[in-house]
């Protein structure tokens, strides 16, 4: 332990002191790199006294000791809170307009929701194996085996705690340390979008509040200051918002479930048939699976305060339960209000006005509906705090230059990031979210390959054959040539099976007219194919 804690204070050692490289230091020290380097630590002193006064996370990519971890987290209700934080993170309009996509594309009724059911549990099981890391206490293997079935062995542990490391720092022993700079970049693209696609609904709900005085832009800047402010005040924060919305937001959508279930249209035969169909289903069930396997890249940021000996069964099951029942409760509405359009001229005129003129048209009387509209505004703020403050973590765990930076400084450029790209794709949400939420899914689904293969091939399932005070000391993690070259082969895979609007790959084109997604298939194949074989000769070559 005494290694471990002397390691850590190193490391941070080394972020104040921006020493970066040793093989880049210069004999003597520039006047202009003295300036910067007063200027990072006088942030980082500002930083050090919020962390002090408001408990803001200034050192959040350390590995958390569990003699460092907040009390916080390990009491009985902010265990609970973990499904609250995933149902209050994920439901929001932008979950509620995925429930149209498969209108879009052609499917009935029964089938669109078929695949938001199916989609939904194959990305959420994703991202809970990445939280809940399948590993194996010595007395519970025994159940794990009678179970026989891989995915319950997640519910044994999980991946923060035991560790107490983000997501992108886990990649490190997996993927190597040079491809896990390529994962956290993704990641903040992906928290980027994501809370664009969050904040443009946000921005059309206050709009519709308004009777459209107020335009979206000002609704998305809005939504995204409240967002901000939870997220530079930290996780602790964001979970305390969630803590107490959440109820309030599953019941705005079950009273849309109630207003649109009679209009549900389960006679009218789907546009897309025989082969054409599948593909369509295909592809929505990509869109679904990318939209709960996205988080599987930062999953464990949010379990490194939670205390070792947590329950993990618990954990898989609230974590789970919350990225579920939230996705369900918002996209099956938003498939029976997509069947209804056609029979019902008011609600598609609203539709193509916006997404909150339309629950305005829909939801009755006309003042509950704009209460409504307002509090629906508030929906994008959990997501986006959560997703504002991943991404500055992930943006320092990119590489040791941009950790010296203070987190928020990241998190104030990942803003004004997603304020420019909400007011540029305010116009065609539903063509960002099918791509989008497409994509997200491949890489996510490489990464979790790679990490399934090497914790149970490669360590055999336990977390003593992982040297987690090296976390940061690139000299004794995998350089990351089996990890690069499986991840790429996979994006490969990912390619030929893809289909979206701008692109269909050529496996993709196989199916049906207009194609249908198998990029996540093909990206898991090539990955498990390539990275089994690589990473063994890689360990026989380098012993790491």
């Known amino acids: 332990m005494d290694d471990i804690l002397n390691d850590e204070e190193k490391n941070r050692v080394e972020v104040v002191k921006v020493e970066v490289d040793s093989s ?12 910067i380097s007063r200027f990072l630590e006088k942030l980082r002193s500002y930083e050090d006294a919020l962390d002090r006064k408001l408990g803001v996370e200034a050192h959040s990519i350390e590995r958390k000791l569990p003699d460092q971890r907040n009390p916080f987290y390990a009491r009985p209700s902010s265990q609970l809170t973990l499904f609250a934080f995933w149902a209050g993170s994920c439901t929001n309009l932008s979950t509620f307009v995925m429930g149209f996509l498969g209108w879009e594309l052609g499917l009935d009724l029964r089938r669109n929701i078929m695949m938001i059911f199916l989609g939904s549990i ?10 809940p890391l399948l590993h194996l206490e010595p007395n519970k293997k025994k159940e794990c085996r009678q179970a026989k079935c891989w995915l319950a062995k997640s519910w044994c542990a999980t991946m923060g705690p035991p560790t107490g490391l983000r997501q992108v720092s886990i990649c490190r022993y997996s993927l190597g340390w040079y491809p896990s700079k390529a994962i956290a970049v993704l990641n903040v693209f992906q928290q980027i ?6 904040a443009i609904t946000a921005g059309q709900a206050l709009s ?34 969630l803590k107490f919305t959440w109820v309030v937001f599953v019941v705005i959508f079950l009273i849309l479930l109630g207003e649109t279930a009679k209009f549900a249209d389960v ?15 295909l592809t929505l069930f990509s869109i679904m699976y990318g939209a709960g396997a996205c988080c599987a890249g930062y999953a464990s940021d949010y379990y490194v305060e939670y205390p070792v000996n947590i329950s993990k069964v618990r954990v898989f099951v609230l974590t789970f339960l919350g990225l579920c029942i939230s996705t369900w409760v918002c996209a099956v509405p938003g498939a029976i209000v997509a069947s209804a359009l056609p029979n019902k001229p008011e609600w598609r005129a609203q539709y193509d006005a916006g997404i909150g003129f339309l629950v305005q048209e829909i939801v009755y009387p006309y003042g509950f509906a704009k209460t409504i509209l307002f509090l629906l505004m508030f929906t994008a703020v959990g997501v986006n705090g959560a997703s504002m403050y991943s991404a500055g973590l992930s943006v320092q765990q990119a590489a040791r230059s941009l950790a010296v930076i203070p987190r928020f400084i990241w998190t104030l450029l990942c803003f004004a990031a997603i304020i420019v790209l909400s007011l540029a794709g305010s116009d065609q949400l539903q063509v960002f979210l099918q791509d989008f939420l497409s994509m997200l899914g491949y890489y996510a689904t490489a990464v979790f390959v790679c990490l399934l293969v090497e914790h149970y091939v490669f360590r055999r399932g336990s977390f003593d054959n992982y040297k987690l005070e090296a976390w940061n000391r690139p000299e004794m993690l995998p350089i990351g040539y089996a990890g690069g070259l499986a991840f790429v082969c996979g994006i490969v895979g990912a390619v030929l099976g893809m ?24 990206c898991l194949l ?19």
């Open 208 to 241: 519709a509040f308004a009777d459209n005085k107020i335009g979206t832009g000002v609704g998305v800047v809005i939504c995204c200051v409240a967002s901000l402010v939870f997220s530079l005040l930290g996780l602790k924060a964001v979970y305390q918002f």
């Open 499 to 522: 289909s979206t609007t701008w692109y269909t790959g050529v496996a993709a084109k196989l199916i049906g007219d207009l194609g249908g997604d198998i990029g996540n298939e093909l």
């Open 267 to 281: 006679a009218s035969p789907p546009s897309a048939v025989g082969a054409t169909g599948s593909g369509a289903a």
């Open 193 to 198: 979008g994501w809370c664009s696609s969050a």
């Open 122 to 131: 194959a990305g959420a099981l994703v991202t809970v194996s990445f939280s």
């Open 24 to 35: 880049s230091e210069k004999d003597h020290v520039q006047p202009s790199s003295s300036r």
């Open 526 to 544: 090539f990955t498990l194919a390539v990275y089994i074989p690589a990473r063994f000769v890689e360990r026989q070559l380098t012993g790491r």
